[in-house]
């Protein structure tokens, strides 16, 4: 009986999401990945515009990333089954925690299922209960969950608040904390906006606080050769501990990653448990985000980063606190499919007001 009390629950769980507007359905993709996609709408296919990918450099689908993905596959086979360190780590993985390292300006860098494993292990690996972590309060819902799974004491910030992240740094000073860190977006992704790298850097400064920081929408994308939101004010070597993703500009495959200090990430490769007991990622996806990390910190990258800025540019951003309709334009959009995107905004704000 309590089985059937159970199910009945659940359905009245989703009963009152569905009355309240909150389930998400989700749309069948029949194509790859792209600025144009296929969905099966009631058994039949349409071709549609794609504006809600974190596809930004338009990688997901590029022949060289593919072909990279499948020769790894044909090098490596499907996978290893198995976590890194009994009999997982293939070459593959070595060289694309140096290729991730050397881009984002690390010493070291180690990968993980993906970012939201890496946030995940980060904080419950690195401190305990003398720490002390002061944290946005707009942070990505892994950095919440891995702060919750440490012993640290917690501090939070307003979003952005300079202010109040000095307040805070200073509470867990007052406190007697041994190591405080701050955990922040760099580009924090339902406005868009960038962290205040340059006066987070100096009230860490000031307050003798390391800096962690979730380059996930960043990476790709912001900064020279788009090396991350740190990198954007010269100040990548002061992030003590960057996390990031290849789910999203770098070929919107998956994996995450932590690059940081030797010593920072060695101490992950013995304790953070998303690593320690999750299968390491498929030779196919290392291929891939080789391929894409190449691409976006070359010549072509910064092409690509000035089609993506240049479509942006013509979304603008509502203020904070309101109604937002969020749109992810790619530099694989032409022109032609950006004016069709706002016409069908304008057609669609007519016949709503
Ligand atoms: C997408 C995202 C993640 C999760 O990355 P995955 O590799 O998909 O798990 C974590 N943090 C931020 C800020 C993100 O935008």
Redesign the pocket.
Known sequence: MSRQAFLNRAQETLRTLGSEGLIKPERVIVSPQGAEVEVSIDGTVRRVLNFSA?NYLGLANDPRVVEASLEATRRGGAGVGSVRFICGTLGIHKELEAAIADYVGAEAAILFP??????GGIFEALLGEEDAIVSDTL?????IDGVRLSKAKRYRYAQGDMDDLERQLAAARAANARTIMIAT?G?F?MDGYLAKVDEIAALADRFGALIMM?D??ATGIIGPQGRGAAADFGLASRVDVL?G????ALGGG???FVAGARPTVDLLRQKARPYLFSNALAPGVCGAALAAIHIARGVEGDALRALLFANARRFPVVPNGRARIRIQVSAAHTEAQVDTAIEALRQARAAHT
Not at 139 to 143: K, L, P
Not at 245 to 248: R, V
């Open positions: 974190n993906a970012c939201f494993d890496a946030n942070n990505h819902a892994s950095i977006d580009v992704s979730d996930c929408h996390s993703t290849f789910g999203k998956m994996g995450g």
